[in-house]
């Protein structure tokens, strides 16, 4: 009965999977090997993604502040301006 439990959440039996495993593990270091990659290289990679995101994320709300209150340095006076002429009717 825990084989049949082990073998459902492996979706296979074990000895499968651990071959699988193998093979799909030989693989992946072949092609990390000839692209001279390391497992931390992967690791830094992926994090700088995320701060590299991250920055960018607030570069934009950075970005869209400053287009806000570029417009706003026209339109506010222009909208009180219009306000004060149309309350003198």
């Known amino acids: ?3 049949s439990a082990l073998t459902r ?16 593990s030989f693989l992946v ?10 497992p931390m290289d992967v690791f830094y990679g992926i994090r700088q993604f995320f701060v590299d995101l ?3 994320g607030f570069h934009a709300i950075d970005r869209f502040l400053g287009y806000i209150l570029l417009g706003a340095a026209i339109v506010v006076p222009v909208f009180i301006l219009l306000r004060i002429a149309s309350y003198r009717k």
């Open 54 to 56: 991250w920055n960018l």
């Open 9 to 24: 959440f492996l979706g296979d039996t074990p000895l499968r999977v651990f071959l699988m495993l193998l093979v799909v």
């Open 29 to 38: 270091g072949l092609v990390m090997h000839a692209f001279g990659w390391s």
């Open 1 to 3: 009965m825990a084989l």
